[in-house]
């Protein structure tokens, strides 16, 4: 697997200019005109867009990061996989794996951990005591995909299909009728590993859900949009040739399986303790003539985790130890030992601690948890205007326009939020202020439509000071999600910003 470019550091944007004072004119209407004007640009907040006012360098260097950005969703399409190209980056810029790292680790040394293979944390030690806290940048690597069952293979009409059970929030109809890859490890009898990755290089085949003609479906469309295509249903096609002995029942699922052996050397047996992951077969793509921007599965969050790595690979020296968290499991509620909610996170803050403070010390730890500060790096909703009628748009981020900054994300009545307090919210948007990085603000739709959550409150629940921001996203969860390359290379200055100034 190659290993992809480090982004380049790129040149803030140019501060805003101050508010202006309105010169008295003889004309007092005018001078009224020139009053209000300055008042307005004094009082009011408003969110350019930044194609407008981005300089020919930053709007360069948007096109250059998003290049470096759409060759790593191609790389990582899973958690596993973006794990493996995080871990090849980071070796490439000198890190070293925290079970290999001296035990004391002196300012300006470059550590990660590998957290099974299936999610990531790296470090850059800084200047300041470990006790002043850290700065965090928190980012997830799974995506709404869909999995197969432990006992997938059957054969039906002389066809070979597999069973599967969808993973985190999907529109189930979206799947069918489209090419799919299939990706991930299975465990062979023996305790081998093989690796598993098909459909998407040239020429490899692909495979398919299928769904009913419209001539057909007058039934299927009469259901509501949740059971158009019944989790039952979503069962993939992989073969249709037979075993060559007609007497053989179960003939094409022999032949399947004969060639599962044949290739991987994996048998059935061998399929029950298997993750295989479905995802869509095509690559991240420009969008629109002027392709200003970039259409991909699974950006819901690569597209902040790679912001995120790239701005913690760019620090050389640093005031405060800065952390990149790589996390697994977000999309159905960052459970298990490799979610967020998991002690390994914890574990490698603490190592680097106790590696940075001369030994460690219970009390000593949870104090520098407590003066810690993260940005849990994750996608909010752009406002599209096709579907108006779910946002406020007085409170909804907009293509872009920047980085979204979100207090509190959750459900209706903010349940399952973190709810930022107003003293960090107020720090993060001066330093942004003060480097001249524009942001935006945002909601997750209107109050009683719904709502979403992210890792903030696991972080939070250790102390931390934390602040839901990232980047805005069309046909979120959908297999081909749609973010702006200004807003992209904007969230990676934005926390770059952060984890150097807060």
């Known amino acids: 697997m190659a290993t992809p470019k480090n982004p380049r550091t790129p040149k803030a944007a140019k501060a805003p200019k101050s508010p202006r004072t309105a010169a008295a004119k003889p004309d007092g209407k005018d001078a009224a005109k020139e009053a209000a004007k300055a008042l307005k640009e004094k009082l009011f907040k408003e969110y350019p867009n930044l194609w407008d006012v981005a300089s020919a360098d930053d709007r360069s260097a948007a096109f250059e990061f998003a290049e470096e950005y759409m060759k790593m969703l191609d790389l990582g399409k899973t958690e596993r996989e973006f794990t493996i190209a995080a871990v090849e980056t980071v070796e490439s810029l000198g890190y070293v794996d925290l079970e290999k790292a001296p035990k004391v680790l002196k300012p300006g040394a470059k550590v990660y951990r590998n957290l099974k293979g299936k999610a990531f944390l790296c470090a850059v030690v800084g200047r300041k005591p470990a006790t002043a806290g850290f700065n965090l940048l928190g980012a997830h690597i799974d995506s709404p995909r869909i999995d197969l069952k432990p006992v997938p293979v059957y054969e039906d009409a002389d066809m070979v299909f597999l069973k599967t059970h969808y993973y985190g929030g999907i529109k189930k109809y979206q799947w069918a009728s489209m090419p799919l890859s299939l990706h991930g490890v299975v465990v062979k009898a023996d305790g081998s590993k093989v690796a598993v990755s098909v459909g998407e290089k040239p020429g490899d085949p692909v495979f398919t859900i299928t769904d009913l003609l419209p001539h057909l479906g007058q039934e299927q ?282």
Request: proline residues 2%; contains cysteine; aromatic residues 10%.
């Open 221 to 502: 469309m009469a259901r509501k949009a949740s059971e158009t295509l019944k989790g039952e249903e979503l069962n993939l096609l992989v073969a249709s040739l037979p075993y060559g002995d007609k007497d053989v029942s179960g003939r094409f699922r022999l032949a399947f399986l004969q060639l599962l052996d044949e290739r991987y050397g994996v048998t059935e047996r061998d399929l029950v303790s298997a993750e295989l992951e479905i995802v869509p077969a095509f690559q991240a793509r420009d969008v629109g003539f002027d392709r200003a921007m970039i259409g991909a599965y699974g950006q819901d969050d690569r597209v902040c985790a790679f912001a995120a790595l790239a701005a913690v690979t760019a620090e050389e020296k640093t005031d405060k130890t800065v952390v990149c968290v790589l996390s697994d499991k977000e999309e159905i509620g960052s459970e298990g030992n490799t979610g967020a909610q998991s002690r390994l996170y914890v574990n490698f803050l603490a190592d680097v601690f106790a590696r940075t403070n001369g030994g460690y010390d219970e009390i000593a730890f949870h104090r520098c948890l407590e003066n810690s500060k993260m940005l849990s790096a994750d996608v909010s909703v752009g406002y599209d205007p096709t579907f108006a009628s779910v946002s406020d748009p007085k409170n909804s981020a907009y293509m872009g326009k920047g980085i979204v900054l979100e207090k509190y994300t959750g459900h209706r009545g903010k349940s399952d939020a973190s709810d930022a307090n107003a003293e960090f919210f107020a720090e993060v948007i001066r330093a942004l202020d003060a480097a001249g990085i524009p942001w935006q603000t945002g909601e997750l739709g209107k109050v009683d439509f719904g709502g979403g959550g992210t890792i903030a409150k696991y972080m939070a629940n250790l102390g931390m000071e934390v602040l839901d921001c990232g980047v805005p996203v069309l046909s979120m969860h959908g297999p081909f999600e749609v973010t702006s390359k200004i807003d992209v290379y904007f969230t990676y200055l934005a926390y770059k910003r952060f984890i150097e100034a807060v």
